[in-house]
């Protein structure tokens, strides 16, 4: 019999999981018991992810400098994927501002509503705990982010998932001085960086034969904890906006892929599913890479030269999804609370959301901090952004979900392209977890 292509056994994982929180919202102690015996699998699914992150960085970051032989090449790659991010945000932004002040989805809330999410949310700690967040981080100065990039202690960067940039900082180093060493004596650790990234990328193999059933309870845990149905209802309008513009930039990415790449978009799309599908159950692109980078690298053809720097790169810098999702909830905050907006104020979310998403790390709800960041931009009153996220935070989670899917896929659009651009997209070559199984059965 053939086998159920992966993608497929993830989607019943999750329908299962919705359908099984749904059942047990409505049984006496169901949250608690998914909490307590479901919810850790889907927790220990996302470590497992996120324990390989940083080896897998490293071993293929080194493998795809190493693989060079010309640091031109590199610059050129580099470039052009920092130009392409900043290119495909600009264009997330624009949609987004453009459906939100289209469809204007703050000016049907009514005043109870307001008052009942404030009531609601506005002292909740976690609207707190992200206003606070975010004033830390703009205190710092303007280039305070060059300064962080820059690790003090490689294995203190190795050591946090939140390092991502400093660990990418200290691979490239390390890299370019192989480069600089000669082939010859380059060889030993070339060698052993060359074998460390096939075994995690075997690890990768590993952990997805559990992907269906991790995504099972993340799932049933993600309906469980939802909130109050009403409240969802209401920012309905809201909740259509971010997800409208977040599928015309699919089909943006589908014309990119089609055009520049010549794939077949909906082949694309099919190939990368898994990585969108944990995107979608995780709501992070941190956790997700792994993943992200076994599909365009074994999947879809993209060579490691690029795909090893532009999909790390990416999972931190480039937020399509989330850029999208902070201009429209900016502007939707702002309708809903009669803060007049002028044409300049819009052009300035452009340019705050495009910093805020590649200052937003790859974590759950970390879009929802720099918007506080993009509202304070357009001098939206400070003892009001408590309000404001109270308006949108119902909705956040599953807004998160859709968003992370994006900022992967457009992560994935961008190495197809930089690798189409530069030679390196070449043929899939799949592996399985049990190709060498037989050997040492
Ligand atoms: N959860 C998103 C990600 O990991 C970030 C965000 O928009 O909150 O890509």
New binding site residues.
Partial sequence: MKKLALHWKILIGMIVGIFFGLWMTSVDGGAKFVGNWINPFGNIFVKLLKLIAVPLIIASLVKGISDLKDISKFKNIGLRTIGIYIGTTVVAITIGLFLVNIAQPGEGISEETITKLTETYANSSSVQSKIQEATNQKNSGPLQFLVDMVPDNAMKAMSNNKAMLQVIFFTIFLGISMLLIGEKRAKPLKDFFDSLNEVVLKMVDLIMLFAPYAVFALLANVVVSSNDPDLLLALLKYAFTVVGGLLIMVIFYMILVSVFTKKNPLWFLKQLSPAQLLAFST????ATLPVTMERVEEHIGVDKEVSSFVLPVGATIN?D??SL?QAVAAVFIAQALGFDLTFANQLTIILTALLASIG?????????VMLVIVLESVGFPADKLAIGLALIFAVDRPL?MC??VI?VTGDATVASLVAKSVGKLGEPNPKEWDDNYNEVK
């Fill in positions: 709501s992070s692109s941190a937020m999804g989330t999702y937003s790390a790859a974590v759950p709800g970390a879009g929802m998160d968003r992370t900022n």
